[in-house]
């Protein structure tokens, strides 16, 4: 199954490379990140990291190594591809978490291998791993422990249900947490069966409050000059989100959690059919009731003494909802959108993800970058996000270069710990980098 070698080549605004300093400092200049962790939380928190100047070093076991680097689907000279045809084929997942970072090799279960680290934790200003609860213990590298070599350092561990609780030795995906939260109940067609995201959202979620975390405890270092434990959990950062609505009052308002599109807050909100697709329309004040009515020519609703009341409104989604349906499904997208522009109404439409690709709006704020391939510099690859923060006074963003499996031993190894190539050399041959 192949597709389209060079997705992004012709798209104008594309931000392809790290942005140019322009004589502005990266945020994280000079902060090393030891990446113990794995899939999507964790590498989404280094990511960031090193968008924003932090030198991170993902650490891979010798044997196995990082477990997107090979897995499907692959981007290599023939596009991309569920099957490996060739080792130049990279797991696509890979290219995307992968940038910015330098790779090395290390056997943590073994003694040298672990004295190494423990080096490399003595210069370290943050590690960040994803481990199940009782791994770290069991590999002596706990925060106890490595706070006693580096008091300075901020030990970041991301786990499905936290580092304490009675369920936190329990494993966990992405689709484990959107169950055990609620968020699959309330997610879905009112109608049909519950439904996670289609993204994994408690990953990134999980991902993007580690990095929030790790700068706070950077900030508070300043002050202390001490390292902390930032526990992050997976459920705890979902639910954070999920209640600020007051999901646990629904069934005391008469009302199923699931509402699809709409929200318990005002009406209409909630997508509608045009005559060539649908339309995103949100009326969140009485005065954008007021005008949607004119603009649909209903100026008669303005005397009713229900579809003038906000509770009666969401209570009664379906006739609500009945009136602004049969104003847009007979117009165009494009002309509904500019009626409700006009007037302040918040409204837009729903693109389709290659329409997303498309949008002008995105490409020229830098928010796709094509990943490259180390073995296929020259060739674009899919399409990874670019750096979501823009800062007036600072440079950010992601270097799309990623490396090859312990393609940064001799730098590290050598440079860092001072150690011989003979002495990599008879490491790399036991196995313990």
Same mark, same amino acid.
């Given at each position: 199954?192949?597709?389209?070698?060079?997705?992004?080549?012709?798209?104008?605004?594309?931000?392809?490379?790290?942005?140019?300093?322009?004589?502005?400092?990266?945020?994280?200049?000079?902060?090393?990140?030891?990446?113990?962790?794995?899939? !999507?939380? @964790?590498?989404?928190?280094?990511?960031?990291?090193?968008?924003?100047?932090?030198?991170?070093?993902?650490?891979?076991?010798?044997?196995?190594?990082?477990?997107?680097?090979?897995?499907? /689907?692959?981007?290599?000279?023939?596009?991309?591809?569920?099957? #490996?045809?060739?080792?130049?084929?990279? @797991?696509?997942?890979?290219?995307?978490?992968?940038?910015?970072?330098?790779?090395?090799?290390?056997? !943590?279960?073994?003694?040298?291998?672990?004295?190494?680290?423990?080096? !490399?934790? #003595?210069?370290?200003?943050?590690?960040?791993?994803?481990?199940?609860?009782?791994?770290?213990?069991?590999?002596?590298?706990?925060?106890?422990?490595?706070?006693?070599?580096?008091?300075?350092?901020?030990?970041?561990?991301?786990?499905?249900?936290?580092?304490?609780?009675? =369920?936190?030795? #329990?494993?966990?995906?992405?689709?484990?947490?959107?169950?055990?939260?609620?968020?699959?109940?309330?997610? @879905?067609?009112?109608?049909?069966?519950?439904?996670?995201?289609?993204?994994?959202?408690?990953?990134?979620?999980?991902?993007?409050?580690?990095?929030?975390?790790?700068?706070?405890?950077?900030?508070?270092?300043?002050?202390?000059?001490?390292?902390?434990?930032?526990?992050?959990?997976?459920?705890?950062?979902?639910?954070?989100?999920?209640?600020?609505?007051?999901?646990?009052?629904?069934?005391?308002?008469?009302?199923?959690?699931?509402?699809?599109?709409?929200?318990?807050?005002?009406?209409?909100?909630?997508?509608?059919?045009?005559?060539?697709?649908?339309?995103?329309?949100?009326? @969140?004040?009485?005065?954008? +009731?007021?005008?949607?009515?004119?603009?649909?020519? #209903?100026?008669?609703?303005?005397?009713?003494?229900?579809?003038?009341?906000?509770? +009666?409104?969401? =209570?009664?989604?379906?006739?609500?909802?009945?009136?602004?349906?049969?104003?847009?499904?007979?117009?165009?997208? =494009?002309?509904?959108?500019?009626?409700?522009?006009?007037?302040?109404?918040?409204?837009?439409?729903?693109?389709?993800?290659?329409?997303?690709?498309? +949008?002008?709006?995105?490409?020229?704020?830098?928010?796709?970058? /094509?990943?490259?391939?180390?073995?296929?510099?020259?060739?674009?690859?899919?399409?990874?996000?670019?750096?979501?923060?823009?800062?007036?006074?600072?440079?950010?963003?992601?270097?799309?270069?990623? /490396?090859?499996?312990?393609?940064?031993?001799?730098?590290?190894?050598?440079?860092?710990?001072?150690?011989?190539?003979?002495?990599? =050399?008879?490491?790399?041959?036991?196995?313990?980098?």
């Amino acid at each position: 199954m192949a597709a389209r070698n060079d997705p992004a080549t012709a798209m104008p605004g594309m931000a392809d490379d790290a942005p140019a300093a322009h004589g502005k400092a990266a945020i994280l200049a000079g902060v090393r990140v030891l990446d113990l962790s794995r899939f !999507l939380s @964790g590498p989404q928190a280094t990511l960031f990291l090193a968008g924003m100047g932090a030198e991170v070093i993902k650490i891979d076991e010798p044997g196995s190594g990082d477990p997107t680097f090979g897995a499907p /689907p692959f981007f290599g000279a023939e596009g991309v591809t569920f099957d #490996r045809r060739s080792q130049d084929d990279l @797991g696509i997942a890979y290219l995307k978490r992968a940038r910015g970072k330098k790779a090395i090799s290390l056997d !943590l279960k073994a003694v040298e291998g672990r004295e190494l680290f423990l080096r !490399l934790v #003595r210069e370290a200003d943050v590690l960040v791993e994803n481990f199940k609860v009782g791994v770290t213990d069991r590999l002596k590298i706990d925060y106890a422990t490595l706070s006693k070599i580096n008091p300075r350092l901020i030990y970041c561990a991301i786990t499905g249900y936290g580092s304490t609780g009675p =369920e936190r030795h #329990r494993g966990a995906f992405d689709l484990m947490i959107q169950a055990a939260t609620g968020m699959m109940s309330i997610t @879905g067609d009112p109608q049909g069966a519950p439904s996670k995201t289609g993204a994994s959202l408690s990953d990134g979620i999980a991902g993007t409050f580690a990095l929030a975390g790790i700068l706070g405890a950077l900030y508070q270092r300043h002050a202390t000059g001490l390292g902390q434990f930032v526990d992050v959990s997976m459920a705890d950062c979902l639910v954070s989100l999920i209640f600020d609505e007051p999901f646990e009052c629904y069934g005391a308002l008469g009302m199923a959690h699931r509402q699809g599109n709409r929200i318990a807050r005002f009406s209409p909100f909630n997508t509608y059919p045009t005559a060539d697709g649908s339309v995103a329309i949100g009326a @969140g004040t009485a005065a954008d +009731w007021i005008k949607l009515l004119k603009i649909m020519g #209903r100026e008669d609703i303005l005397g009713s003494r229900d579809f003038m009341d906000p509770g +009666w409104r969401i =209570e009664n989604n379906d006739k609500v909802d009945a009136v602004v349906a049969s104003w847009t499904r007979n117009r165009s997208t =494009e002309i509904i959108i500019t009626a409700l522009d006009q007037a302040g109404i918040t409204c837009g439409p729903i693109r389709t993800i290659d329409e997303v690709v498309a +949008w002008d709006h995105l490409r020229q704020r830098g928010m796709f970058q /094509p990943v490259r391939n180390p073995s296929l510099p020259s060739a674009a690859g899919p399409l990874a996000a670019g750096f979501p923060l823009k800062f007036s006074g600072a440079t950010v963003g992601h270097d799309p270069r990623v /490396p090859l499996p312990r393609e940064h031993n001799g730098e590290i190894y050598g440079g860092r710990l001072g150690l011989s190539p003979a002495d990599i =050399e008879r490491l790399a041959a036991l196995g313990i980098v």
